[in-house]
């Protein structure tokens, strides 16, 4: 099998940045509107900026955005290397030729650690509201006067939600996610150039391995990263819904950049079955976010319990009914929308349709974070204009700019592995 | 009433497939092809047309979702109004899960059913086996032969110079 090599035009690592450009500028106009009419504001309602309750607006709302975006794009980088993984624990032929794209999107990840770290340390008051000392003092500081503020739910739970416990589990996500990302690198690189199967059992132990990891970290950074943004609402089914989005997500980008790359000329050995592939994933896991949606929903909404139910009332009437739309567009979108269109077996082995259904999806799932986040950080004030709009650009170029960059860095096709001659010939 | 059939006995999968091609190309019915184990590819060899029945799970599965729908909001919010957990009437909520339950019981049954259906399977139904090791290791090409239509040295050409190690003939009552 013969080496494919990557070129990124230079004119299209421009688009990149251009891409980035647009972003700061909307990024940049968006802060400065949300800052004028934010002190309009504050003249209307001076009570509640003397209390200190509108200051500082739009920091919180770009906070809110890099987190967003930054949980996003982790996530879909981070699925990349759990689906190396899982291909090579299945020991799955299919894949192969298209194994280095999701191989690529780990290349996301430092950077993703480096802004998680940075938005948390600058913005971790906005964001979470378990940081603020004060919920946690029983007494005030003579030590006899209750302290109207103390909350006693969040302190209960002060043991796992504390700065430097979360610090340190960020931290290690991180380290374990990048490690584990560089060894099944290496070692697909390796196997590149010196051939040989000791690379492919090793990959093996090393995704074994890293499932274990994954298993756990997916789960437990779903719950400090965007479950505890609701500080007081619990779900047992959190960590499987942030990782059912995210799953659907980068399976997207995965089928996405396939078709691109084939569009373009690439990838001339990947044929209708591996997109076939492909779209099944998509349409499966769509099917399979929409059940934990509905799983985590229904009991929710049965047993009606104030303190579970919160979280859905702030989503559909509460607030103003400011979330309702984005909370049924987000079912439409992700699943009304891929269920219908890609259930024939045509579509989805159409480049077109598979197309039009993963940008949808990643459109959906981005919804569908900023549902989880936004309206328990800025409640009615929370809006989809130049701020959201410019930091999704600015990420999705950074984005785009490391995982082609890592695309050019080894052949498309891995041309030693052992398995590569049955995903040639794949049939479905 | 008896068929008669001229079987070609294949022993590897590549040769069948191309044999296949042939026997197609100069023109001869084939009546069926049997083999150990699916084979990749070997339906559009033999020009088989995709089958219908996903369109038959559809509308089995669209008749079970509005089924499902229709007798849980006619029961449970006209025929005998309830009120359970202080829910509305029609809570759809929690018509979901035996909304979905249906839809696939029906689409899996209506699939089965029509499945028996069209290929007239029932227990009284006699299965011809035309060569034994169709089940162990040979591939099995049955060629239909019509009395005073079929040249039947130019047949066992046809197969023996596309592979075949045996060519047999058989009658089977059909």
């Not at chain 1, 080496?3 to 690592?13: P, Q, V």
Request: proline letters at 3%.
């Amino acid at each position: 099998m013969t080496e494919e090599r990557l070129i990124i035009s230079r004119k299209t690592n421009n688009k990149f940045f251009l891409m980035i450009a647009i972003g700061v500028v909307l990024l940049i106009a968006g802060i400065i509107i949300a800052a004028m009419s934010g002190g309009h504001h504050a003249e209307g309602h001076g009570e509640a900026a003397a209390a200190g309750h509108e200051a500082a607006h739009w920091s919180k709302r770009l906070y809110m955005n890099l987190w967003l975006n930054n949980v996003y794009f982790t996530g879909i980088a981070l699925v990349g290397v759990f689906f190396v993984a899982v291909q090579y624990v299945a020991y799955a032929g299919w894949s192969v030729l298209i194994k280095r794209i999701p191989e690529a999107m780990g290349y996301y990840l430092p950077i993703g650690g480096a802004v998680m770290l940075v938005t948390f340390l600058l913005g971790g008051h906005d964001i979470f509201h378990w940081t603020h000392d004060y919920l946690y003092n029983q007494f005030l500081e003579d030590g006899v006067t209750p302290n109207p503020q103390y909350d006693p739910i969040i302190a209960g739970k002060a043991p796992y939600l504390n700065f430097w416990f979360f610090l340190i589990r960020m931290i290690a996500y991180f380290v374990l996610w990048i490690l584990f990302f560089n060894w099944l690198r290496r070692n697909s690189i390796g196997e590149d150039l010196h051939g040989g199967t000791n690379y492919y059992h090793k990959s093996i132990r090393i995704s074994a391995m890293f499932l274990v990891v994954f298993g756990v970290t997916s789960s437990t950074s779903a719950w400090d990263w965007v479950l505890s943004i609701d500080t007081h609402w619990f779900s047992t089914m959190f960590g499987w819904y942030v990782f059912a989005s995210w799953w659907v997500s980068g399976l997207s980008v995965i089928a996405l950049t396939v078709i691109i790359l084939k569009q373009n000329g690439y990838l001339k050995l990947v044929n209708a079955n591996h997109i076939h592939d492909l779209g099944k994933f998509v349409f499966a896991f769509s099917i399979f976010w929409t059940y934990i949606w509905f799983s985590q929903f229904m009991l929710i909404w049965y047993a009606n319990i104030p303190e579970e139910s919160i979280y859905f009332i702030e989503r559909l009437g509460g607030n103003g009914g400011h979330f309702k739309w984005i909370f049924f567009t987000n079912l439409l979108i992700n699943f009304a929308f891929p269920f219908l269109v890609l259930m024939t077996r045509d579509a989805k082995r159409q480049m077109i349709m598979l197309k039009i259904v993963t940008i949808a999806i990643l459109i959906g799932h981005w919804l569908d974070f900023y549902l989880m986040m936004m309206p328990g950080t800025m409640r009615t004030d929370a809006g989809i204009g130049f701020i959201e709009i410019g930091t999704t650009l600015i990420f999705l170029g950074i984005f785009l700019i490391t995982f082609t960059k890592g695309l050019t860095k080894a052949s498309l096709v891995p041309v030693n592995h052992p398995f590569l001659e049955e995903s040639v010939h794949h049939h479905v | 009433m008896t068929k008669k059939f001229v079987l070609g006995i294949y022993d590897d999968e590549d040769v069948l497939l191309q044999a296949i091609e042939n026997v197609r190309a100069a023109g001869t019915n084939i009546y069926e092809v049997f083999s150990p184990y699916p084979i990749h590819g070997i339906d559009d060899v033999l020009g088989i047309k995709r089958s219908r029945l996903p369109i038959v799970a559809f509308f089995c599965g669209l008749f079970g979702t509005s089924f499902a729908l229709w007798m849980q909001i006619w029961m449970l919010g006209f025929d005998w109004p309830m009120i359970i957990g202080g829910k509305p009437h029609i809570a759809l909520p929690a018509f979901i899960p035996v909304t979905f339950e249906l839809t696939v019981l029906c689409a899996a049954f209506g699939m089965v059913i029509t499945f028996f259906i069209v290929t007239k399977l029932k227990p009284s139904f006699k299965v011809n086996v035309f060569d034994k090791r169709s089940t162990d290791d040979k591939f099995v090409m049955a060629i239909e032969v019509k009395e005073g239509v079929t040249d039947m040295p130019a047949l066992n050409d046809l197969l023996r110079s596309n592979g075949a190690i045996e060519v047999n003939e058989k009658e089977v009552i059909k």
